[in-house]
């Protein structure tokens, strides 16, 4: 079955205790995208990967770190966790675009189930 | 202020129709997408539209796009309980995709 797992799925830890959250896609894809979703304020991207060994920045990278070493995996780093960063994490990929301007080449995210992290 | 507006909330009946909007600060994206958040769960991409189309229809599902106005909604057709979930419309730019709020929608029998 084609998808994106995440895990854990849930996770309590302390403030300064360094967690890793991983992701892996068996479709294959070339792109892969770390968010995380907080009430009121939908998903907001942390980073991202267009292929094995690149990756950027989204809107809030602060305090987090990314590696993608290999295509299926794309884990998610907190080398210092704040209770700030207690959020609903959800780990997304995709095929590398086509040619934007025909309509089959619409980029179609797969996300996984969520992680629920808290830090105290 | 916001590249994605939504109304956070919506309460239908059973078998009513039901229209969730989005309004973007900027227009250029080649697809606009809606995703469904069903609870506890990720997110499933319900629809998309090219950016060229006006109108696009998939079952009971209808998504308008107004360009002018940076305006795009979804309709759902006879709107059942299973289509409660949290409904979210983003913005493509570059090689990110930027969200809005989310609407939730509630369905009651």
């Known amino acids: 079955e084609a998808q994106v797992t995440q895990n854990p799925r849930y996770l309590i830890t302390v403030t300064g205790k360094k967690l890793t959250v991983t992701c892996s896609q068996n479709m294959n894809h070339e792109y892969m995208s770390w968010y995380r979703q907080d009430p009121g304020l939908g998903l907001r991207q942390i980073y991202y990967?267009?292929?094995?060994?690149?990756?950027d920045k989204g809107d809030v990278p602060e305090g987090y770190k990314v590696s993608r070493k290999e295509k299926r995996n794309f884990p998610l780093i907190l080398e210092s966790p704040s209770p700030n960063q207690t959020s609903l994490y959800f780990c997304?990929?995709?095929?590398?675009?086509?040619?934007?301007?025909?309509?089959?080449?619409?980029?179609?995210?797969?996300f996984g189930p969520g992680t629920r992290l808290t830090v105290l | 202020g916001e590249d994605v507006e939504q109304s956070l909330f919506l309460s239908v009946r059973e078998g009513d129709s039901s229209v969730i909007n989005c309004t973007y600060t900027d227009s250029s994206s080649t697809y606009l997408y809606w995703y469904k958040q069903e609870p506890g769960a990720g997110l499933q991409l319900l629809t998309y539209i090219f950016s060229n189309m006006d109108m696009k229809q998939d079952q009971r599902l209808t998504v308008l796009l107004n360009k002018k106005d940076k305006h795009l909604s979804l309709r759902i057709a006879d709107t059942q309980t299973g289509d409660s979930a949290i409904y979210f419309c983003?913005?493509?730019?570059?090689?990110?995709?930027?969200f809005g709020g989310g609407t939730r929608l509630m369905v009651k029998p």
């Open positions: 990967s267009m292929n094995v060994e690149v990756t």
């Open positions: 997304a990929s995709r095929p590398t675009s086509g040619n934007l301007q025909e309509e089959s080449s619409y980029n179609e995210q797969f």
């Open positions: 983003p913005r493509e730019a570059g090689n990110m995709l930027t």
